[in-house]
T-cell receptor
Framework: DADVTQTPRNRITKTGKRIMLECSQT?????MYWYRQDPGLGLQLIYY???????NKGEISDGYSVSRQAQAKFSLSLESAIPNQTALYFC???????????FGPGTRLTVL | TQLLEQSPQFLSIQEGENLTVYCNSS?????LQWYRQEPGEGPVLLVT?????EVKKLKRLTFQFGDARKDSSLHITAAQPGDTGLYLC????????????FGTGTRLQVTL
């Protein structure tokens, strides 16, 4: 089984809808991250969490919110989706004190 | 502003050729990582370099961290079709523990 899972893997929605993307991990890592990937831009950090009570904004947090429900779960919400939020979204984890991040398989989100 | 610029953005070569991908910045990084991403999957770590001037080899891949820790390169010798993918550099800036800044990516295609 994959160590970092994301659901759903693909989602098509309409402008104005609320969307939640979920991430679960079995690696036992404290740190979790949400990124979006657009062609030619690499990965951009949306939010990150170093433990259950610690939530921090990344480079591009506007229009997004997150919830760290447990050490193993970190969800990303789009309160009112807009077309320029169409992208690939990745969740990642890392162990405290190390820089290596382990990525989930991604969610392809399309906002019409 | 993109902190890490990769070049080239796209590279299409034939099996057996050599290639070099560059990752450049004006910022200093305490460590730099290279990831490879295949379609439908998240990035997977290839290597981490932490010392200025460091060279690491992974089979046919050679990674170098610049003396000033502002740049890095990835050299592939005798490329094979299995090397096809998106190569991403990512750095940890001094004082931003575990927050990765990703490069713009280099998409490599190796044909027979």
């Amino acid at each position: 089984d994959a160590d970092v899972t994301q659901t759903p893997r693909n989602r098509i929605t309409k402008t104005g809808k609320r969307i939640m993307l979920e991430c679960s991990q079995t690696k036992g890592h404290d740190r979790m991250y949400w990124y979006r990937q657009d062609p030619g831009l690499g990965l951009q950090l949306i939010y990150y969490s170093f433990d259950v009570k610690d939530i921090n904004k990344g480079e591009i947090s506007d229009g997004y919110s997150v919830s760290r429900q447990a050490q193993a779960k970190f969800s990303l919400s789009l309160e009112s989706a807009i077309p320029n939020q169409t992208a690939l979204y990745f969740c990642a984890t890392s162990e405290g004190g190390t820089d290596t991040q382990y990525f989930g398989p991604g969610t392809r989100l399309t906002v019409l | 502003t993109q902190l890490l610029e990769q070049s080239p953005q796209f590279l299409s070569i034939q099996e057996g050729e050599n290639l070099t991908v560059y990752c450049n910045s004006s910022s200093v990084f305490s460590s730099l990582q290279w990831y490879r991403q295949e379609p439908g999957e998240g990035p997977v770590l290839l290597v981490t370099v932490v010392t200025g001037g460091e060279v690491k080899k992974l089979k046919r891949l050679t990674f170098q961290f610049g003396d000033a820790r502002k740049d890095s390169s990835l050299h592939i010798t005798a490329a094979q079709p299995g090397d096809t993918g998106l190569y991403l550099c990512a750095g940890v800036r001094t004082g931003t523990a575990s927050k990765l800044t990703f490069g713009t990516g280099t998409r490599l295609q190796v044909t027979l």
